[in-house]
Nanobody, 128 residues
């Protein structure tokens, strides 16, 4: 049984930081590309970042570049999202997702429907 379990969400003031974790089980973690998405109330699920299986390649949506860092520890089957300089507009439920297929076009990884597995999400609220 495949499980992705996010943790680390919470309430933080604008300008603050949070580190999200996503622990995977039931998959050969190192062969999966891992993505982070977020969904605010009333909005569609939005791509945030992605990391290749080896961890050598990372990609970000423009809105978080320079503020968020995605990383992974394949020995621990865990992917992280370090979020700094948080803004109110970062408020959302954050989800991790896994996909085994290697696509040549990076755009494909920004589409939620192309991922194989999802976690249950963790709430991040940025407010003073």
């Amino acid at each position: 049984q495949v499980r992705l379990v996010e943790s680390g969400g919470g309430l933080v003031q604008p300008g603050g930081s949070l580190r999200l974790s996503c622990a995977a089980s039931g998959i050969i973690f190192s062969i999966y590309h891992m993505g982070w998405f977020r969904q605010a109330p009333g909005k569609e699920r939005q791509y945030v970042a992605r990391i290749s299986g080896s961890g050598d390649n990372t990609f970000y949506t423009d809105a978080v570049k320079g503020r968020f860092t995605i990383s992974r520890d394949n020995a621990k089957n865990t992917v992280y999202l370090q979020m700094n300089s948080l803004k109110a507009e970062d408020t959302a439920v954050y989800y991790c997702a896994a996909v085994a297929t290697s696509y040549s076009a990076s755009f494909v990884y920004t589409q939620p429907g192309n991922y194989d597995y999802w976690g249950q999400g963790t709430q991040v609220t940025v407010s003073s």
